[in-house]
Nanobody, 122 residues
Framework: QVQLVESGGGLVQAGGSLRLSCAAS????????MGWYRQAPGKQRELVAT???????NYADSVKGRFTISRDNAKNTVYLQMNSLKPEDTAAYYC????????????????WGQGTQVTVSS
């Protein structure tokens, strides 16, 4: 009943910028933490950034100062502004959201987007 749809990936040159978007839809009562993860071929999926419903953020050391996570609670959307991109940022980026379902008494469940590819050329 909850879907996360990502967009904004693409091919850019090193030093360029991209903005990823992830919109959650469905029987959503509220969304706690939202975040972005990435996975490069042959590597483990890793945390990129998270943001709480109150706006508190957390970033991987590798992206601090370059990436900015934000959210629009009214739109159930999370964004990832990526600046000063490096070839090592190349990966599939996945949106994650912890969602409380309408009329559910349980704590939130994690949902994942389908992924959007970011490729940074040197």
């Amino acid at each position: 009943q909850v879907q996360l749809v990502e967009s904004g990936g693409g091919l850019v040159q090193a030093g360029g910028s991209l903005r990823l978007s992830c919109a959650a839809s469905g029987s959503i009562f509220s969304i706690n933490v939202m975040g972005w993860y990435r996975q490069a071929p042959g590597k483990q999926r890793e945390l990129v950034a998270t943001i709480t419903s109150g706006g508190s953020t957390n970033y991987a050391d590798s992206v601090k100062g370059r990436f900015t996570i934000s959210r629009d609670n009214a739109k159930n959307t999370v964004y990832l502004q990526m600046n000063s991109l490096k070839p090592e940022d190349t990966a599939a980026y996945y949106c994650n959201a912890n969602v409380k379902i309408i009329l559910s008494t349980s704590w939130g469940n994690d949902y994942w987007g389908q992924g959007t590819q970011v490729t940074v050329s040197s």
